[in-house]
């Protein structure tokens, strides 16, 4: 005898659905943002061409591609939530860890905490939308989610630009004297900590 399940309200599905395509979305922005601060990053930091492919290339894929199975196992195992937050943590310390890097090997193992935190994202929020949607009804709220990467990459993008200019001398802060490059990366870390109290709030607490 099929067991019945009782589905969310549809309205409730996709608010939720809609917060995770966010988060998706906020992680794709701070994935992408290097690419347009390649020649500030290279010049302050004195990397060679090599070095800077490597954090770009290597640095995150990885981490991503080591944590992507045991992350994947611990939201089957365990509660799924947390999983998400701590890879939404862990990505964003990563970010703002980034405008922190005084050489080649800081940022390096800065990139691969990003990689290794947004590992967590995808495994966590389908077996969300799963619990979320009835079967016939989950291929539409999945690609919807999957619009993230194209929406975070266009916005970095669109205000990457923009956020560049706005930053031109060095700043002080926190008693750190940081180049533009560093402040963009500490100032895109600040979406990825408001997502986790949006999550925390509001996300269903399911295991």
Do not use: C
Request: charged content about 15%.
């Amino acid at each position: 005898m099929n067991e019945k399940i009782d589905w969310p309200s549809k309205k409730y599905a996709w608010f939720f659905t809609t917060l995770l395509l966010i988060t998706y979305t906020v992680s794709f922005i701070d994935r992408a943002m290097i690419n347009l601060l390649i020649d500030p990053i290279r010049s302050d930091l004195k990397l060679s061409d090599i070095q800077m492919g490597q954090i770009l290339g290597p640095g995150f894929m990885i981490s991503y591609i080591l944590f992507s199975l045991p992350v994947g196992r611990m939201v089957d195992k365990f509660n799924r939530i947390a999983v998400l937050i701590g890879g939404i943590i862990l990505w964003s310390i990563a970010t703002a860890a980034h405008g922190f890097s005084s050489d080649y090997y800081s940022l390096f193992v800065s990139r691969a905490g990003v990689g290794a935190g947004e590992a967590a994202v995808t495994p966590a929020s389908w077996s969300i939308i799963a619990d979320l949607f009835r079967p016939e009804d989950r291929a539409f709220p999945m690609s919807f989610y999957l619009m993230g990467p194209y929406i975070g990459q266009g916005l970095a993008l669109l205000f990457g630009g923009l956020v560049i200019q706005l930053y031109t001398d060095p700043i002080v802060f926190l008693g750190f004297t940081l180049q533009p490059w560093q402040m963009i990366f500490i100032l895109i870390a600040i979406p990825g900590f408001i997502s986790v109290s949006y999550t925390h709030l509001t996300l269903p607490t399911k295991a």
